[in-house]
């Protein structure tokens, strides 16, 4: 199958700093990825859809000045949490687009700001 | 009514039984459903895919697809503790690319 790999798979950071994430397919290439997070017991929570070359189109009620995403390349996007806060703590999944829709999951960052 | 609905659970399963596990969709033009099983704080993994009406089986896995009905399951034989985990149900959002995801059945499977 298609594998992705997310970079770092945990981090610890303090209030007000930035954190980058990066997503990689690492056996194929991949116009369209997709950033999710997911809280505790809950769904996951789709954020942005990211297109290499091109703007990301965020859902609504993400804040894309605060959630920075790059796909500069076509395995490649990452994704920056700027100014994080205690409440941006939570698990940060990428996933990376195949064909007939398939979308194949990073194994997630867990971001925890102090 | 949600877009993907699924019974969220829990649903507890002797090993070795059949575990079955349904979704329900609105979206009449979607074309395309995936299965994902996700194991507690771990990401997603794509077990099953389904574009056609019909059966699809992959080993212990079978999926079902109705279009008629907007009905989509999952079948999982000789269930063993292995397979205790979040299954979700997806399928596209009008046609576009982003999934929409069922809220998830929790599967537990006894020894």
């Known amino acids: 199958g298609a594998v992705v790999s997310q970079h770092p798979s945990w981090v610890i950071c303090k209030s007000g700093t930035s954190v980058k994430i990066e997503c990689r397919s690492l056996d194929f290439q991949a116009t369209t990825m997709f950033w999710y997070r997911q809280f505790p017991k809950q769904s996951l929570m789709l954020m942005a859809t990211?297109?290499?070359?091109?703007?990301?189109?965020?859902e609504q009620g993400v804040e894309k000045d605060k959630f920075l995403i790059n796909h500069a390349s076509l395995t490649l996007s990452t994704l920056t949490v700027t100014s994080a806060h205690p409440e941006d703590s939570s698990f940060y999944i990428c996933?990376?687009?195949?064909?007939?829709?398939?979308?194949?999951f990073g194994p997630g960052t867990r971001l925890t700001v102090l | 009514q949600k877009e993907v609905e699924q019974n969220s659970g829990p649903l507890s399963v002797p090993e070795g039984a059949i575990a079955s596990l349904n979704c329900t969709y609105s979206d009449r033009v979607s074309q395309s459903f995936f299965w994902y099983r996700q194991y507690s704080g771990k990401s997603p993994e794509l077990i099953m895919s389904?574009?056609?009406?019909g059966d699809k089986e992959d080993g212990r896995f079978t999926a079902q697809l109705n279009k008629a009905s907007q009905y989509v399951s999952l079948l999982i034989r000789d269930s063993q503790p292995s397979d205790s985990a979040t299954y979700l149900c997806a399928a596209p959002n009008q046609g576009a690319q982003k999934l929409v995801f069922g809220q998830g059945t929790r599967l537990t499977i006894n020894p």
């Open positions: 389904i574009y056609s009406n």
């Open positions: 996933s990376a687009l195949l064909l007939l829709n398939e979308q194949f």
């Open positions: 990211s297109n290499e070359g091109s703007k990301a189109t965020y």
